[in-house]
């Protein structure tokens, strides 16, 4: 067909022969390494808004580097500044769009604002899709907002094990919010208490019935409750299911009795009377002690954290180690029992 043709010789392309990178490749010369990190200049580029500085930090976390250590020592003492707010609930109750458009509404009074976002990581390849990059690009040249999506890598709770130490990152380099919206979860993953200086459940119209309310689990880790989707057929009835709820509970003269928000988070609607609510909430904290209580509680899970980890790697009792193999292979011809290969294991 030649009316398609343009005229133009077409030129097969090639690889671009110039430039010190590829005089470096056509001599067989190895790809140079990054330089080691400088904490001390990722920090101060973090705390003066250089987003690539943030996210290196961040991937020293999540990587385990080892600058990790000395990296912390001077992270620590520039942390406490920052409100974190936990995001969790089912799939597909909303968490993302509660979450972007409390980022919009934050921006919206000057705050700088950082995301958590953890996606689940595949059993079977180990990859994740990072969702939160395609649904929160509206905010993505904006230099007061930094979301980093983080894959669950087999984690259970909704988290990765690296997001307490992406917290204090986030946190040393000024934000005033940090959001952490957690992977899907269910009634008995509830590690975003631990967390969270305000622990947000979000619900939706049509993923259950009146009996789900009243079990135990993730309902009862919440400060707020939202009720997303709440122009769905359904929501009055989620909203007076989570009331009675917290009718059965007992609340005394200065604790804290969980509002239920409801939300349209698509349209914006309600999001206004959410960050009301977390307002409260933060001086509810202040005023009662219960954040330095919280606080303290986050350092202590942490620190057991920590301490087991480095334990489970002193006894060469992580999965995939030739003794804990030897171990798991007495178990099953028979010659040890579990109890006596523990004893074993911890003994040394």
């Known amino acids: 067909m030649a009316g398609i043709g343009t005229g133009r010789r077409v030129v097969a392309a090639r690889p671009v022969a110039d430039g010190p990178v590829a005089k470096r490749l056509a001599a067989g010369a190895p790809r140079r390494r990054r330089a080691p990190a400088d904490p001390h200049a990722l920090i101060s580029a973090a705390r003066a808004g250089d987003p690539r500085a943030l996210a290196r930090l961040v991937s020293l976390v999540e990587n385990e580097s080892a600058e990790l250590r000395r990296l912390l020592k001077i992270v620590v003492p520039m942390t406490g500044h920052a409100h974190i707010v936990g995001l969790t609930g089912a799939p597909g109750v909303g968490k993302s769009t509660v979450t972007d458009a409390l980022v919009r509404h934050y921006r919206n009074e000057g705050l700088r604002v950082g995301v958590l976002a953890v996606d689940p990581s595949s059993p079977f390849s180990g990859g994740a899709l990072l969702g939160d990059r395609v649904r929160m690009q509206e905010h993505a040249t904006d230099d007061q907002v930094f979301i980093r999506s983080m894959a669950s890598r087999g984690h259970l709770g909704g988290l990765s094990l690296a997001t307490p130490q992406a917290l204090r990152i986030l946190d040393a380099a000024g934000f005033d919010v940090v959001l952490i919206e957690t992977v899907g979860v269910g009634q008995a993953e509830v590690e975003i208490a631990s967390l969270a200086d305000s622990a947000l459940v979000v619900v939706a119209p049509g993923l259950g019935d009146s009996i789900q309310a009243a079990k135990a689990g993730i309902l009862e880790i919440a400060d707020i409750f939202i009720v997303n989707k709440?122009?769905?057929?359904?929501?009055?009835?989620?909203?007076?299911?989570?009331?009675?709820?917290?009718?059965?509970?007992?609340?005394?003269?200065?604790?804290?009795?969980?509002?239920?928000?409801?939300?349209?988070?698509?349209?914006?609607?309600?999001?206004?009377?959410?960050?009301?609510?977390?307002?409260?909430?933060?001086?509810?904290?202040?005023?009662?002690?219960?954040?330095?209580?919280?606080?303290?509680?986050?350092?202590?899970?942490?620190?057991?954290?920590?301490?087991?980890?480095?334990?489970?790697?002193?006894?060469?009792?992580?999965?995939?180690?030739?003794?804990?193999?030897?171990?798991?292979?007495?178990?099953?011809?028979?010659?040890?029992?579990?109890?006596?290969?523990?004893?074993?294991?911890?003994?040394?």
Request: proline content about 5%; glycine content about 10%.
């Open 230 to 348: 709440s122009d769905r057929p359904g929501a009055q009835e989620v909203v007076r299911d989570l009331r009675t709820m917290l009718a059965m509970a007992h609340y005394g003269p200065g604790d804290w009795k969980p509002p239920i928000v409801s939300t349209t988070a698509a349209t914006g609607d309600g999001i206004g009377d959410l960050a009301a609510a977390i307002g409260r909430h933060r001086d509810w904290l202040a005023d009662s002690g219960s954040l330095a209580e919280r606080r303290r509680a986050r350092a202590r899970e942490e620190i057991s954290a920590i301490a087991l980890a480095e334990l489970r790697r002193r006894m060469g009792g992580l999965p995939g180690e030739s003794r804990l193999d030897d171990l798991a292979d007495r178990v099953t011809t028979g010659e040890l029992d579990p109890y006596s290969a523990a004893d074993e294991l911890i003994s040394g």
